[in-house]
């Protein structure tokens, strides 16, 4: 069993492999193949009926199936950072603060 610091540094480490991608293509992919894009584009919110979800139960529910979510979660560190809001990357804020925090770290040099 991961415990969520180890699970922290797991996804931190994943997103390396994006490192020298730029911006603007990470943008280009998310905004071409992110599977929450109609939502941006029409401008509703999703509904599941019967249900409150929490940010984390959002993320999983939106973010299922999306072929781009490490792109997503990159993007949104590098232009969000700590100040990240609502689900971007499959995750809560708040777990993306605590991402965030590691891969800060990482690009810093400050690896493991
Ligand atoms: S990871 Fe989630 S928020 Fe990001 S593009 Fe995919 S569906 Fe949208």
Redesign the pocket.
Request: charged share 15%; with cysteine; hydrophobic share 55%.
């Given at each position: 069993m991961v415990n969520p610091d180890e699970y922290f540094q797991v996804v931190a480490a994943d997103l390396d492999r994006f490192a020298e991608v730029p911006d603007n293509v990470l943008l280009e992919i998310?905004t071409t193949?992110?599977?929450?894009?109609w939502l941006v584009a029409t401008d509703e919110e999703p509904e599941w009926p019967g249900e409150e979800l929490t940010d984390r139960e959002a993320?999983a529910k939106?973010?299922a199936g999306?072929s781009?979510?490490r792109q997503?979660?990159e993007l949104?560190l590098r232009t969000a950072g700590a100040e990240t809001l609502g689900?971007?990357?499959?995750l809560s804020e708040e777990d993306r603060r605590a991402v965030y925090t590691v891969w800060r770290a990482r690009r810093q040099g400050e690896r493991p």
């Open positions: 998310v193949d992110g599977a929450c894009m993320a939106i973010c999306c781009v979510r997503c979660l949104e689900v971007w990357g499959a």
